[in-house]
């Protein structure tokens, strides 16, 4: 299982960003993709999934109607759209195949930042 997550960067509060996660090295289209994120001195927290298929998608609290997930499955790519970032969003971010993250790949790092 291959994991590689994008997009990251700095941003204002109250702006955007959307992340990528390129999988490889497994049937990407039959495999629900999870994202986590670790806030410096925190540890590593789920907070969305979307299932195979697309159809199904489970938010935390906090990112429910901020954050939104999306997936092509023939370019084997999933995204996740971060709008109306927080300073408390701040964070490495993960994509993974279960929800522990025990399958994630290398992160990309949000600043939430003014």
């Known amino acids: 299982v291959q994991l590689q997550a994008s997009g990251g960067g700095l941003v204002q509060p109250g702006g955007s960003l959307k992340l990528s996660c390129v999988g490889s090295?497994?049937?990407?289209?039959?495999?629900?993709i999870y994202w986590l994120r670790q806030a410096p001195g925190k540890g590593l927290e789920l907070i969305s999934g979307?299932?195979?298929?697309?159809?199904?998608?489970h938010y935390i609290d906090s990112a429910k109607g901020r954050f939104f997930n999306s997936r092509d499955n023939v370019e084997k790519i999933a995204h996740l759209r971060m709008n109306n970032l927080q300073v408390e969003d701040t964070a490495v971010y993960y994509c993974?195949?279960?929800?522990?993250?025990?399958?994630r790949g290398q992160g990309t790092l949000v600043t939430v930042s003014s």
């Open positions: 090295g497994f049937n990407f289209r039959s495999t629900p």
């Open positions: 993974a195949t279960d929800e522990r993250g025990d399958q």
């Open positions: 979307i299932s195979s298929g697309g159809t199904a998608n």
